[in-house]
T-cell receptor, first 113, second 113 residues
Framework: GENVEQHPSTLSVQEGDSAVIKCTYS??????FPWYKQELGKRPQLIID?????GEKKDQRIAVTLNKTAKHFSLHITETQPEDSAVYFC????????????FGQGTRLTINP | DVKVTQSSRYLVKRTGEKVFLECVQD?????MFWYRQDPGLGLRLIYF???????EKGDIPEGYSVSREKKERFSLILESASTNQTSMYLC????????????FGSGTRLTVV
């Protein structure tokens, strides 16, 4: 089955700097890659996703890139702000059946003022 | 907005008890999922269901069962609770026709003593 590895487990950056979180997946059939943000005490919320027919997607200060050949994808946050502090999860799934997601281990991002 | 409601935010149960965790959604989504969230391990899939009375094992089904008698309700059952089942449990739903990622419930933090 699919296995998703996420790095780093913790990340601390200065406010205004960029943050990058990386994930690798094992199943070449996976073709949907969402990213979730979980603030302290709250439920995970989808922030951006990418499908395998696209190499990059942007939404304001966040972007996701996908390298299908290398089977890795990354989340990029630019001009970080204190409200970006949270745990971020990557995930992967195939668009088949119930589209079950396999999640990475999570990255705790801290933005230092 | 899809609402995914988990019946309890916090639960404390004794070892050996039978425990029911309830999840109800109001948007007629076909797919429902139960994950457990543990620090450093991310979200791991316990069971999922893609239709009424249908269920599939996830990656860590041992010690759990599920029930889906109605489309809107997906129950997770701990047959005989053990201390290693102390965790945060998250329910999620997904439309079968539009793939926009999961919608999560707010979670149930279960402590088994």
């Amino acid at each position: 089955g699919e296995n998703v590895e996420q790095h780093p487990s913790t990340l601390s950056v200065q406010e205004g700097d960029s943050a990058v979180i990386k994930c690798t997946y094992s199943d070449s059939a996976s073709n949907y890659f969402p990213w979730y943000k979980q603030e302290l005490g709250k439920r995970p919320q989808l922030i951006i996703d990418i499908r395998s027919n696209v190499g990059e997607k942007k939404d304001q200060r966040i972007a996701v890139t996908l390298n299908k050949t290398a089977k890795h994808f990354s989340l990029h946050i630019t001009e970080t702000q204190p409200e970006d502090s949270a745990v971020y999860f990557c995930a992967a799934s195939g668009i088949q059946g119930a589209q079950k997601l396999v999640f990475g281990q999570g990255t705790r991002l801290t933005i230092n003022p | 907005d899809v609402k995914v409601t988990q019946s309890s935010r916090y639960l404390v149960k004794r070892t050996g008890e039978k425990v029911f965790l309830e999840c109800v959604q109001d948007m007629d989504h076909e797919n429902m999922f139960w994950y457990r969230q543990d620090p450093g391990l991310g979200l791991r899939l316990i069971y999922f269901s893609y239709d009424v009375k249908m269920k599939e094992k996830g990656d860590i089904p041992e010690g759990y069962s599920v029930s889906r008698e109605k489309k809107e309700r997906f129950s997770l059952i701990l047959e005989s609770a053990s201390t290693n089942q102390t965790s945060m449990y998250l329910c999620a739903t997904l439309s079968g026709t539009v793939i926009y990622g999961y919608t999560f419930g707010s979670g149930t933090r279960l402590t088994v003593v």
